[in-house]
Nanobody
Framework: QLQLVESGGGLVQPGGSLRLSCATSGFTLDYYAIGWFRQAPGKEREGVSCISSSTGITYYANSVKGRFTISRDNAKNTVYLQMNSLKPDDTAVYYC?????????????????WGKGTLVTVSS
């Protein structure tokens, strides 16, 4: 059974950093793209970043470019989202998702398989 489990969320002050992890199981990570999405209270879901399966090509939302970095460790079946220079607007539940493809289209429209999310709160 395909599973994605997010961890690493929490409370951080503005300007701080967090690293989110997405642990995967039940499928071969090498063959899947992984994306990070977020949803703040009262707002629509936003695609944050994704990384392709074979080439490692990455996509980022304009709102996080230069601050967030996505990476993958297929040997550990884990994908990471390093978040630096965090702002209060980054507060949201962050979800990882899996799909055969990573593209701007996927960031806009979502992916096939989803985790349950981890809460990130940026506040002083």
């Amino acid at each position: 059974q395909l599973q994605l489990v997010e961890s690493g969320g929490g409370l951080v002050q503005p300007g701080g950093s967090l690293r989110l992890s997405c642990a995967t199981s039940g499928f071969t990570l090498d063959y899947y793209a992984i994306g990070w999405f977020r949803q703040a209270p009262g707002k629509e879901r936003e695609g944050v970043s994704c990384i392709s399966s074979s080439t490692g090509i990455t996509y980022y939302a304009n709102s996080v470019k230069g601050r967030f970095t996505i990476s993958r460790d297929n040997a550990k079946n884990t994908v990471y989202l390093q978040m630096n220079s965090l702002k209060p607007d980054d507060t949201a539940v962050y979800y990882c998702a899996a799909d055969p493809y990573c593209s701007d289209y996927n960031l806009k429209n979502g992916m096939k398989y989803w985790g349950k999310g981890t809460l990130v709160t940026v506040s002083s």
